[in-house]
């Protein structure tokens, strides 16, 4: 089973529960930060790194003896990442999705691709928990390809839990596209009503299963629990607006290991996760029967 922690906006508490999933988990676990712009599960894991990879995408490289100026390859992209002016054919990499789209319009055959670096994946073991992550380079601004490289580490015999970036733009949907459980954690204020409602919006539009995580209860107001009422939306876990909480998650302390009783509430949630996927399986494959 892969489970999604995904939140609407930063600073949630996604990996406090993504990290708390995987340490009470008692099969094995596989743990994935796919928050590559910010990657900070290693901060709380601590886990030994075996290996890394360079990640790179193909980019457009012109050679200008063969190129006619016909204008096909700007005229294709749509991210405006190679331009005619003049006599000149301009690339800019930073724009460029690697698609490989103005190669193929191209009909002197005047691009070649090259790949360009956008950063790193890694991956270690940590406890009983199989670990990766991704790093995107300073100043890059794609991270769905890295985001797949991460994901291609996936082992499906393992539960996977992905911790995704906050949002709701191409990092989240990449990131939890293909789970089979989306654990929504919010905050009760009204910027975390505001964003688990766009969250709760694209979990549907991709027709996974879901339920909501509030971190912080008793922080803000109730208007996060009359959403979740009113649009028939379980919530499966309150974690408190709590000092000793706050201060073990600035220490880099799994909530889990700090106190025992939180161990047997996320083992509860796992249970509680893995019985709402199976129904969303069942359901997903009675409609489309």
């Known amino acids: 089973m892969i489970v999604a922690v995904a939140s609407g906006k930063g600073g949630t508490g996604k990996t406090t529960v993504a990290t708390s999933l995987a340490a009470s988990s008692a099969s094995a676990v596989q ?13 709380f894991l601590r886990p030994e790194i075996r290996g890394s990879e360079c990640v790179t995408i193909p980019v457009p490289d012109v ?17 405006h990442a190679i331009a005619v002016l003049g006599d000149q ?26 790949p360009r670096e956008i950063g790193t994946v890694e991956w270690g073991t940590a406890g009983g928990i199989d670990f ?15 985001i797949r490289a991460v994901k291609k580490r996936i082992e499906r015999s393992r539960l996977v839990i992905i911790d995704a970036p906050p949002g709701t733009s191409c990092p989240v949907i990449e990131s939890i596209r293909g789970a089979d459980f989306v654990l929504l954690v ?13 969250a709760v919006q694209t979990v549907r539009e991709l ?4 339920s909501v995580v509030v971190n912080r209860a008793g922080l803000g107001d109730e208007e996060v629990y009359h959403y979740c009422r009113d649009q028939g939306i379980p919530i499966d876990l309150e974690i408190p607006f709590d000092r000793r909480i706050a201060e073990a ?7 889990v290991e700090m106190m025992a009783e939180w161990r047997v509430a996320f083992q509860t949630l796992l249970r509680s996760i893995e019985e709402r996927a199976i129904r969303g399986r069942a359901l997903h494959h009675e409609v489309s029967r």
């Open 249 to 255: 998650y600035s220490r880099g302390e799994l909530l």
């Open 186 to 198: 919010t905050e009760p204020t009204p910027f975390g009503l505001n964003d688990l409602v766009l």
């Open 31 to 43: 743990l994935l930060d796919c928050d590559v712009e910010e990657p900070n599960v290693h901060i």
């Open 89 to 114: 054919v301009l690339t800019f990499q930073e724009l460029c999705h690697g698609c490989g789209g103005c190669s193929l319009v191209c009909p002197t055959d005047a691009i070649r691709e090259i």
């Open 63 to 79: 050679e200008m003896e063969k190129c006619n100026l016909c204008r096909e390859c700007a005229e294709i992209c749509a991210y």
């Open 132 to 146: 990766v992550h991704g790093r995107l380079r300073i100043g890059e601004a794609m991270s769905p390809p890295l």
């Open 207 to 210: 027709q996974i299963p879901f």
